[in-house]
């Protein structure tokens, strides 16, 4: 074999597996193939002026290469169980936890020494959600930010890149089972290897579909979450964010006893477009460095689908949605929550008198022409009910990007070592539909590392 294991997508999960098989025996062969570029020529072509909005970059440097869709992300490592992902259902809670907190030890001697970890525990604001009808969920976050995030994972490339062969521009096409090993088939080279972690991501996820296919490793269809991202004025989440950082908050709708969540929270944030396989959808970060920081917090309200008979494609059902608010705004739409509830849509001239200001140049537009209503009650039921914890949410100057929508991966068949059926064919990370966030999916890469050197 030419090499020892040969690891497809240099998103978190591929590169903390390759940190950790390099680490623990240095004689390993390990290549990481992925089809975007190395980090240091990784740039998004919207400058805000000549090119303002998707263009759809194949590949797109903000969700491939090396440090995959977490590269230009807020950096936010949550350790919990609670969400992102289900990573403890394979491997077991404890051991979970701990590679999370192992991942973090990671983080903090390569650049992330002196990044705050936040905490819910003896927080008031438990109590304050409750007796408003609102869960906090348990966590403790460390928040690198989108820039100390960029030094940890330039640290760690130049600590692998004399022991493990990183190859960029390179999409793999196809992984075929031979005696003792894998042949993995690149645009550019065909490569044989004895262990292969596949660990692409979202953007992987249809090839992902077509590997399980070719090689009948089973699969389960996910859900997917359908929402917005609020933008309104820091100061009135200051008392949840200076304390949490990140708060996820559940609510039980009223109406139609619908769960509405809060996700991935950007104190000081900036709201951001993000192109999944050509649908332009919403997404925000934060920087930890304050000169960079904005007077606006932002944060998503998402509800969860999960169709499974006879329709069964969650994820085309959360890509039709946002193809027709492509259709309708170009790309984002951008509306006030005062429009909203008046049933009309925003214009120019209403954003640009609005108080918030807005972080993101997007279309204004009617995002009930978008969302179903059913999803569109519960978003507006659950602004009101954070309104009681945070007086000011459902100001008429809140400002509503849509559409967010969260894809998450079908669900790859894997045992308790994260293998499929094939002995030696791990798939791990958001492209396996195990994890859906950086902490889990890097603490999945280490978990096979581990099994490997095990083994
Ligand atoms: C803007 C943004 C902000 C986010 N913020 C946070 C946050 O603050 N906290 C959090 O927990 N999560 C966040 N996330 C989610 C987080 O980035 C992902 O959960 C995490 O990156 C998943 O890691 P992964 O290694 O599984 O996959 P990815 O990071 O998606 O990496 C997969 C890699 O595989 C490559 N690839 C795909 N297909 C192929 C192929 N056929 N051949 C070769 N290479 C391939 C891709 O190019 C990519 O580089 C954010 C995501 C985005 C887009």
């Given at each position: 074999m030419k090499y020892d294991v040969i690891i497809v997508g240099a998103g978190?999960?591929?590169?903390?597996?390759?940190?950790?098989?390099?680490?623990?025996?240095?004689?390993?062969?390990?290549?990481?193939?992925?089809?975007?570029?190395?980090?240091?020529?990784?740039?998004?072509?919207?400058?805000?002026?000549?090119?303002?909005?998707?263009i759809g970059c194949k590949p797109c440097s903000i969700m491939s290469g090396f440090g995959g869709a977490g590269a230009f992300s807020d950096g936010k490592y949550n350790i919990t169980n609670d969400f992102g992902g289900t990573l403890c259902e394979y491997i077991g809670k404890e051991e979970a936890?701990?590679?999370?907190?192992?991942?973090?030890?990671?983080?903090?001697?390569?650049?992330?020494?002196?990044?705050?970890?936040?905490?819910?525990?003896?927080?008031?604001?438990?109590?304050?959600?409750?007796?408003?009808?609102?869960?906090?969920?348990?966590?403790?976050?460390?928040?690198?930010?989108?820039?100390?995030?960029?030094?940890?994972?330039?640290?760690?490339?130049?600590?692998?890149?004399?022991?493990?062969?990183?190859?960029?521009?390179?999409?793999?096409?196809?992984?075929?089972i031979i005696d003792g090993g894998f042949k993995v088939i690149t645009s550019k080279d065909s490569l044989e290897c004895e262990?292969?972690?596949?660990?692409?991501?979202?953007?992987?996820?249809?090839?992902?579909?077509?590997?399980?296919?070719?090689?009948?490793?089973?699969?389960?269809?996910?859900?997917?979450?359908?929402?917005?991202?609020?933008?309104?004025?820091?100061?009135?989440?200051?008392?949840?964010?200076?304390?949490?950082?990140?708060?996820?908050?559940?609510?039980?709708?009223?109406?139609?006893?619908?769960?509405?969540?809060?996700?991935?929270?950007?104190?000081y944030g900036i709201v951001v477009n993000e192109n999944t396989n050509g649908i332009v959808t919403v997404n925000g970060h934060s920087f930890e460095d304050p000169a960079q920081r904005t007077e606006n917090t932002n944060f998503a309200l998402l509800v969860s689908k999960h169709f499974t008979e006879p329709f069964k494609d969650s994820n085309g059902y959360g890509e039709g949605i946002a193809r027709l608010s492509n259709m309708l705004g170009g790309g984002v739409i951008v509306q006030r929550f005062g429009d909203l509830i008046r049933g009309r849509r925003s214009n120019h001239k209403r954003i640009e008198e609005c108080f918030t200001r807005p972080t993101l140049q997007a279309e204004p537009g009617d995002l009930s022409l978008v969302l179903p209503k059913r999803i569109l009650d519960g978003i507006i039921e659950m602004i009101y009910a954070l309104d009681r914890i945070a007086p000011g949410t459902a100001n008429d100057d809140t400002l509503l990007y849509g559409v967010e929508v969260k894809f998450y991966n079908m669900q790859v068949k894997v045992d308790n070592h994260l293998e499929t059926k094939y002995k030696g064919l791990y798939m791990i990370g958001d492209g396996s539909g195990v994890t859906h966030s950086l902490s889990h999916a890097s603490a999945s890469g280490v978990f096979v590392a581990r099994d490997i050197l095990n083994n």
């Open positions: 978190p999960g591929g590169i903390y597996s390759a940190y950790e098989l390099v680490k623990g025996n240095k004689d390993l062969k390990v290549a990481v193939i992925d089809m975007g570029n190395s980090l240091e020529k990784r740039k998004c072509p919207i400058d805000g002026k000549h090119i303002k909005t998707c936890i701990s590679l999370m907190e192992y991942v973090d030890h990671i983080n903090m001697t390569h650049g992330g020494e002196g990044t705050k970890l936040y905490s819910t525990a003896g927080s008031d604001i438990t109590r304050l959600c409750m007796i408003n009808k609102l869960k906090l969920m348990n966590a403790s976050v460390r928040h690198l930010g989108t820039d100390i995030n960029f030094v940890v994972l330039e640290n760690l490339y130049n600590e692998m890149k004399d022991k493990v062969e990183f190859r960029f521009l390179e999409p793999v096409q196809k992984i075929e262990k292969c972690i596949v660990s692409v991501g979202r953007s992987g996820s249809k090839w992902v579909e077509e590997v399980c296919k070719d090689l009948d490793i089973d699969t389960l269809s996910n859900r997917v979450d359908i929402g917005v991202r609020v933008e309104l004025p820091a100061r009135i989440f200051a008392h949840l964010t200076d304390t949490l950082y990140e708060s996820k908050i559940v609510y039980r709708t009223e109406k139609f006893e619908d769960n509405v969540r809060t996700f991935c929270m950007n104190p």
